[in-house]
């Protein structure tokens, strides 16, 4: 007997980058929907990579990844926001901020949890929050996406809330998170004791003379 089950991963379908990259491909267009590089890298960076490949980098990493690069990231990190984190503890190298936010959900979502997140929203947010059996709860901004309107997540968070994913700078309307806002989330998530996972992949992508600001500084949101 065969026992057939349909696949438990949500019906995403075709995704908006996967249709505009087909489109601009097809019509020779410049393709601005993704953030993939159309240039040849440095050519410092192509010897560095040869010669790390000559001298036998091409194995098994460990799986919390390379000890210099935890290493560079801890001094990223303190260089850049004064914070000091336990490379060997503390850090952890992942296959790209996507796989970084499922496994966390993977690790944090049970069956019925309510996830909130600020909507418009990358896409793999709500799938990865389905496949754990979660249920998304956006909080929908409007325009112009120059503000975070705290008073409707208020009003999303109900006693099956376990924590948010927030994005800053966000994808896709470009708003940067203030003081105010880490601030304001640091009260929330203290009262309603919420995890928060914190996705700064754009951090260094910042104009009009505004500064990114990590959620890892303020301690109410990493304690």
């Keep these: 007997m065969t026992h057939w089950r349909e696949s ?5 379908g075709t995704t908006i980058f996967t249709r505009i990259s087909r489109q601009a491909n097809e019509l020779g267009a410049i393709n601005l929907s993704q953030g993939f590089p159309d240039y040849r890298p440095d050519e410092a960076l192509l010897r560095l990579t040869y010669q790390a490949m000559l001298a036998g980098a091409n194995q098994y990493a460990p799986l919390a990844g390379s000890p210099a690069l935890l290493q560079v990231i801890h001094d990223h990190l303190k260089a850049t926001y004064h914070l000091e984190y336990d490379p060997a503890q503390e850090i952890t190298i992942t296959a790209g ?11 944090l979502v049970y069956p019925g949890d309510e996830v909130l997140f600020f909507e418009p929203v990358f896409d793999s947010y709500r799938p990865a929050i389905l496949t754990h059996l979660g249920v998304p709860v956006p ?10 309107d705290w008073d409707r997540l208020m ?5 099956r809330t376990r924590g948010i994913i927030i994005n800053s700078p966000h994808n896709p309307t470009g708003y ?9 989330l640091e009260v929330i998530a203290g009262k309603y004791d919420l995890w928060v996972i914190s996705d700064e992949v754009y951090e260094h992508l910042v104009f009009d003379g505004e500064h990114h600001r990590t959620a890892l500084s303020y301690p109410g949101l990493y304690d």
């Design 97 to 107: 901020a996507t796989q970084a936010i499922y496994t966390a959900l993977s690790a």
């Design 8 to 12: 438990k991963l949500p019906g995403v």
């Design 176 to 184: 940067t998170w203030t003081d105010a806002d880490y601030r304001q």
């Design 139 to 148: 909080v929908v901004l409007e325009p112009p996406f120059d503000h975070l």
């Design 155 to 159: 009003q999303a968070i109900t006693p």
